[in-house]
């Protein structure tokens, strides 16, 4: 493998930035901090396992921290703080290919969010699904709902994104909007645009039109419906549209259809995972997917899913994914074991699997078991191999109410892992003067 | 006027009529965006407590059950306004699956929640080739089309 490419996006350099000022915005209520509500919750991750690598053994021992934070009602209003980010430190061998130590920056804004919900407006790092978009931005969201049941939302700032592929630049800025109809209970219609400038497909701006509609037809039945068309290549890039049924709490059905084309759902200048040859991206894909959800019992559910998925290329084909579990939930609900199977049959043998799986946990007062068993069979031989096993064992203790600790132990037999041990030390932290629930 | 002029006075009008009608914002009634009680440890049953819930909060009554099904179409709820989702999950809960940048998957991560639909179980180096090649618009879902980085240490 060789070095990345290491391109700088606009999002990276102005990273200092948005760190700075989202830290410094919540000092404007610094006088009426104690007013606000805090939480803060630290994950604190010891892995350890070794890899063999063209003969040569590594010691792996990476140090993970997850923080996130907070900090709500702040000076009695309704704007919020909120971050999120990690870190690893490697105390051993360098555990990826780059260096040893990564981080990120996941979030850090201020947001506004009105109290019955019908205004919201967020400023800093912040991830944002939003009619045709998906993506992480440092920049501005608003959005507000009028007493008739019109609404608009807007967002610009700079795309947090990067590309290894030589030459590449990724998307310099990005703004979009959405205007909507919602009618409380009842429907949800939507039209947006997004709009990011750089060198995207054929050169141009990323460009998506977007559609949206959740329509509830019946007390117990819903319609819902997404379409995005890319403009940069003028073709639809992906529709879905679903039923779903809830006659009751113990019964829940959902059926659809969706496809895609690879040219224009996949930003591949930015992603080579989807350059050909790796993938045709004149390839279109469809599917057609029922999902059952049945409460058949106390504490017993059945789930059952089928996918069928059609491709225009030959290869990799055609093919059927189904699922069915049954799960059992006792001791209050806090414990839950289960057993799944799983099937893929396909056009190609290279893309035949099957799948079993057990688990269950076990929490008397506060201790904390767990077990989870996995195997695989291919229907076709991976180096050599045509089944791989896992299985992961955990144990926790909670050793104050706001400190939990616990510690893994998993063993994979597998094609790529010929027996390998690895283990991982757990600390969570949770920390607030909230009242009420947050999971 | 170009096409991007155009696009841009669109933006610019919204903006100031938005701002403009902040005064108009809607009263209608919506749920508060925090949980007032403490909730049980394990998986919560929502609907033994909201029975009908459904009035008000542009959701529909399975929302709040988070079935199998419920899970695998989660997005297009998320999508319509967060404060149902935020009333119980803190902003970052989203992130432990949905992060751009990510080196643990998220079952080693919850390791000791085997009970959660954590996805990329077993030695998922094998199964993603294909998974991915069967239906790699259902990778798309999580780590979005063009910048997640754990693609690029092998897709380079």
Known sequence: MGHPTTVVPLGKRLLP???????????????????????????????????????????????????????TNLGGMPVAFHFYGWGRVDLADPSTSDNKQSWELGSAYLEYLHPQGNAQAKLGRFFLTEGAAMETLDGAFVKATTPVGLGVSVYGGAPVEQSILAGTKVGSGLYGGRVFFAKAGFVELGASYLNE??????????????????????????????????????EMARQRYAVRIVPGPTFDISAGYESYTYKGLFQSTLNPAFVSPALDNNDEVQTIFGIVDWAFAPGWTLEVAGKHITHDKSDPGDADRGEVGVRYSYNDKKDVAGIVAAFVAADREENEYREFRGFATYSPEKIRLALDALTQ????????????????ASAGYQVLSMLQLSGDLTYTKSPTYDEDYAALLRATLELGTTTGGKK | MTRRMSFSAVFGAALIALLFGCSAVSQTPSVPPKHPEDLPQGRVDCLECHENVSAGTLK???TIRHS??????????????????????????????????????????????????????????????IDGRLDPGSCFRCHGNKNDVRCRQCHK
């Open chain 2, 68 to 129: 199998r099904v419920f899970i695998d179409s989660h997005g297009t709820y998320a999508r319509q306004g967060q404060n149902l989702c935020a009333s119980c999950h803190a902003p970052a809960f989203c992130q432990t699956c949905h992060a751009r940048k990510e080196e643990m998957k998220p079952n080693t991560k919850m390791g000791d929640r085997p009970d959660r639909m954590a996805p990329h179980r077993g030695d998922y180096l094998i199964t993603h080739r």
């Open chain 1, 197 to 234: 400038n750089g060198t995207f497909q054929e050169g141009k701006d990323r460009e998506l039109y977007g559609g949206d509609l959740w329509l509830r037809v019946a007390p117990s039945v819903d319609l819902t419906a997404q379409a995005t068309y890319n403009r940069s290549v003028r």
């Open chain 2, 60 to 62: 529909p009554y399975g």
């Open chain 1, 377 to 392: 069979h291919y229907q076709r031989e991976i180096h050599g191999e045509k089944n791989a096993y896992q299985v992961v």
């Open chain 1, 17 to 71: 930035v948005v760190v700075s000022v989202t830290l410094l915005l919540p000092l404007l209520f610094a006088g009426t901090a104690l007013a606000a509500d805090l939480s803060l919750s630290s994950k604190t991750y010891l892995r350890y396992y070794e890899r063999d690598l063209a003969g040569d053994e590594d010691t792996l021992a990476p140090l993970y921290e997850y923080l996130s934070a907070d900090a």
